[in-house]
């Protein structure tokens, strides 16, 4: 387990609960998705699973099955992205969990995206947390935890993961991206997913990072006139609207520091040299601040129930500090 980077508290549980062989019937993983918890749970397990020692555990048969999410007594609930958890799944999960283990001691369900489950299949997996069969351990992750029954909760053992140290996130996405990886952008990256190394590696494949650069011309193309500012943001859905606004946050970040003097600190050194750079640098120090509180309110209302199109309206204006 010793491979669980920067999340020595719930390393430290773990590792404490086989050690001691006290382990629990239900574990709640929580914390910002792409921090570990998934990598943390199938660590854990060979820990419990495998005959070789718990620092090296991860490199046999066994281990290799749990990785790959095929073992026959591990059990999975992976939810599509945004599809709730059919109620069916619980019960076939119920099903299989009566049975006894085909070549281990125990037992074990993992419950990807644990908020994804609605009314009718939290009541089912309520009723199992209830009484769970012998030998059986739950894992159920979220990064969502309000979003979960209290009942269910409350029948679980909270294991809290966090964002990462810069540092730790920048060293994961260098290893475990699958492709070359420059420092720069690799420190760039663990700061732009405020220290969550999946969710980088995901922008890394995603097209995030040519849109970094549309973006900048978009808003350079604003700069001469500022009645552009009224015209409205040309890209209008939800997702798109906050990975932009993302990105104005990371760059006026950068801006307001390469203000200060403290160039070092600045994530994406090229701002400097940008028409970007020019078309704000005749703004106050407070006044960049101001614009990047309106905006992480404005992500914020995106997240949450604004129409996207209004926020597509607002943006510019909003960026022009007006
Ligand atoms: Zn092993």
Redesign the pocket.
Known sequence: MKNIKGQNSARKFLENSVKTGRIANSYLFTGPSGVGKLFSAKRFL?AI????DMD?????????R?EKKIHPDILWVTPEKNKNIKIDEIRALKDRLSLKPFESVINAAIIEDAHMLRRESSNALLKILEEPPEGTIFILITNKKETLLPTIISRCIEVKFHPLPIDDAKNIIIHEAGVFVASEMAEFLAHFAEGSPGRAIEILKSEVLSRRGEILGMVEQMAPDEKYFYAGWKHESKDDIIEDVEIFIMYLRDIAIAKEGMIKYVVDKSIVDSLWYKMFERYSIDKIYMIIERLVALKKAVEGNINPKLAAQILPRELSGC
Not at 49 to 52: A, F, G, I, T
Not at 56 to 64: L, N
């Open positions: 060979m699973l495998c005959k070789e090296i555990a991860g490199t046999c048969a066994v281990c290799s749990v």
